[in-house]
């Protein structure tokens, strides 16, 4: 073979290459069948209905049970206690490590359970609502349990989601 044969060959070969790694042009993409006029929503099914509604008068009755016999029934047991029995016990022993401690409530033995229980220890203190924007009432106290497990809730919701930014910013950098 000579030389400008050689070369053409190689030539030919090299644009053959070069054509195969370009992409042919494609074609416009057709639309789609279905249109968003043809859409047409499916009912809900009746039984999942049911079942919701079950889901919502069960927890319904729970709760008016909770409130309506457990709580009442729990509060008796707490103030006869408190009157003579354990917790009537525990608060003469708090009364004594708080005298030892000069009634610092941080300070001396068994600090944490007196400044817990400092509403116990002196009843005639007038205690701030615990949320300051709704009227004081029984009901607005610290140790209502829906006022704490609301307060749980939110703040573990605030926190995943600081933890989910947290988490994102991460991963980007």
Not at 11 to 32: E, F, N
Not at 75 to 100: C, F, H, P, Q, W
Not at 114 to 131: E, G, T, V, Y
Request: hydrophobic share 45%; net charge positive; with cysteine.
């Amino acid at each position: 073979m000579t030389r400008p044969a050689l070369r053409r060959a190689c030539l030919l070969l090299l644009a053959h290459h070069a054509l195969a790694l370009v992409a042919p042009p494609q074609r416009p993409r057709r639309a789609t069948s279905l249109a968003l006029s043809d859409y047409v929503p499916t009912p809900v099914d009746p039984a999942v209905v049911a079942q919701q509604l079950g889901v919502i008068g069960a927890s319904g009755g729970a709760a008016y049970y909770w409130w309506t016999v457990t709580v009442p029934q729990k509060r008796l047991e707490v103030s006869r206690s408190k009157k003579g029995g354990d917790i009537a016990e525990l608060l003469d022993e708090l009364e004594t490590a708080g005298e030892v401690a000069d009634g610092r409530l941080t300070a001396g033995d068994k600090r944490l359970e007196r400044w817990l229980l400092s509403d116990w220890l002196d009843p005639q203190r007038r205690k701030d609502p615990a949320l300051p924007f709704l009227p004081k009432s029984k009901f607005n106290s610290g140790d209502n349990p829906i006022i704490a497990a609301a307060a749980l809730i939110l703040a573990f919701g605030v926190a995943n989601a600081l933890g989910e930014r947290a988490f994102d910013v991460a991963q980007r950098v």
